[in-house]
């Protein structure tokens, strides 16, 4: 669904959550015009355990914003399907306009209590 003015809506609050996300000690970065990665780079794996970087990737999570049916811009929450060749699932995570709300619940699902992330050139 396109909403007009949703590119530059959307660019604005994108980038908010990114800057809300880092002040809450995680990585972010926007990937397109709708979505945000977020890592916790304390839980990254040790770089020189090849094999433990395979079968654990850290904490990370997309959020992606986006209208619902009726219009209204939200963050959606993005999970990957059940089996591999699943397409992707998205839950609401919260309005669009709640940059603040939403950094909170991110970090509060990709975070590890007591473990500071380590800054990273």
């Given at each position: ?85 699943a397409p992707q699932e998205y839950e609401p995570l919260g309005p669009a ?25």
């Amino acid at each position: 669904m396109t909403i007009p003015g949703q590119v530059t809506t959307v660019t604005p609050l994108v980038g908010g959550l990114v800057r809300a996300l880092t002040i809450r000690g995680l990585a972010a970065e926007a990937v397109g015009a709708a979505m945000v990665w977020a890592v916790n780079r304390a839980a990254d794996p040790d770089g020189d355990d090849p094999v433990g970087a395979a079968m654990s990737p850290g904490l990370r999570q997309a959020v992606v914003c986006r209208a619902d049916e009726a219009g209204h811009l939200l963050w959606w929450w993005v999970w990957s399907g059940p089996t591999r060749d699943a397409p992707q699932e998205y839950e609401p995570l919260g309005p669009a306009a709640e940059v603040d709300a939403a950094a909170v619940r991110i970090a509060a699902v990709l975070r590890l209590d007591g473990v500071v992330p380590e800054t990273r050139a």
